[in-house]
């Protein structure tokens, strides 16, 4: 079946859904196959108010696995998606096939808003994980938008917000170091896995290194190189896909690294104080980090 005839079996799914006896769509909304509009501004972070107590409107979920494209390149456009749960990347695609990241849509987020300019995709979608994704027909929500002012209003909030954090993205990759972008990165993802109500001092990268290097515009043995001094300094602790963070406010301000002699220095600073205490003189004391960072 062809992306074309998939979007539109799932535009006649979403439209369906206003067509649902109550006992009908009710029994589908426990198996989790749909969320009315409270449940959707829940999602996305912004109020709802006592005229969005319509349940009976309805926003079918659609379910994808790891891998699965939810849009191509090209393809025209007619859907929003909110992401209800799992992990995404959208991408550029050049003419050589070379991938170009351009963010990680997580719990919560809307993409599909660079199709509405041209009524085509303007980028590629993917699940990185099995994904459950709310789906916003985009006759919908400019119908929603003429009955519900503020809900407009907030969704163009929504967008904003989106906007917001690509302009950041691009002014960090023009401004920073290597490190300092790596370092952004992390602390952006732990902020955004304390908003959907998880840890953020540990999380599992569901991108790989590749991809975080294209979305940052680096290779991947910068990535990983880098990653692997920031667990030797203490700033981090990885474990495979596994990231912990240590010290969120010197990765949040963090420029460069320090050379690797002053970090072989600090690990071994580290290993003596781990050390059981002896009558030997333990030499000099390992340097601070605001000493590294001077240094």
Same mark, same amino acid.
């Given at each position: ?9 799932? @535009? ?5 859904s ?7 769509? $009710? ?8 969320s009315? /509009?409270?449940?959707?501004?829940? /999602?996305?972070?912004?109020?709802a ?41 959208t991408?550029?695609?050049?003419? *050589? ?16 808003v660079? $199709? ?22 985009? #006759? #919908? ?17 929504v967008? @904003? !917000? ?5 302009? +950041? ?7 920073? +170091? ?20 998880? +840890?953020?001092? /540990?999380?599992?990268?569901?991108m790989?290194?590749?991809?975080? $290097? +294209? *979305? ?18 203490? /700033? ?21 690294l320090?050379?690797?002699?002053? !970090? ?6 580290r #290993? ?9 003189? @333990? ?10 960072? @001077?240094?």
């Amino acid at each position: 079946m062809g992306a074309t005839q998939v979007q539109e079996n799932r @535009s006649e799914a979403s439209a369906m859904s206003m067509r649902l006896p109550p006992m009908e769509a $009710g029994w589908q909304r426990q198996g989790k196959l749909w969320s009315n /509009l409270k449940e959707l501004c829940a /999602l996305l972070r912004i109020p709802a108010t006592s005229t969005m107590n319509d349940d009976d409107l309805l926003f079918q979920h659609v379910q994808f696995k790891t891998g699965q494209r939810i849009h191509t390149i090209g393809q025209p456009f007619d859907t929003l998606y909110i992401v209800h749960s799992g992990f995404l990347k959208t991408v550029l695609i050049d003419e *050589y096939g070379n991938e170009q990241v351009l963010s990680f849509p997580m719990k919560g987020d809307l993409f599909g808003v660079d $199709g509405i300019h041209t009524r085509r995709y303007a980028s590629e979608a993917v699940a990185l994980s099995n994904c459950d994704l709310v789906l916003l027909p985009f #006759k #919908k929500f400019t119908a929603l938008g003429r009955t519900h002012i503020e809900l407009e209003h907030a969704m163009y909030s929504v967008m @904003s !917000r989106e906007l917001v954090r690509e302009q +950041s993205m691009v002014s960090m990759l023009g401004a920073l +170091s290597a490190e300092a972008r790596v370092a952004r990165f992390l602390v952006s993802l732990s902020e955004r896995f304390a908003d959907m109500g998880y +840890s953020s001092k /540990l999380f599992n990268l569901r991108m790989t290194r590749h991809e975080i $290097g +294209s *979305y940052l515009g680096l290779t991947l043995e910068t990535v990983s190189r880098t990653l692997s001094a920031f667990n030797e300094i203490g /700033l981090i602790t990885v474990d495979q896909r596994s990231i912990g963070i240590c010290d969120a406010d010197a990765l949040r301000t963090l420029r460069r690294l320090p050379p690797s002699t002053t !970090r072989n220095r600090q690990a071994a600073g580290r #290993k003596n104080r781990a050390a059981p205490v002896t009558d030997e003189p @333990s030499g000099a004391e390992p340097a601070t980090w605001d000493q590294l960072m @001077s240094a």
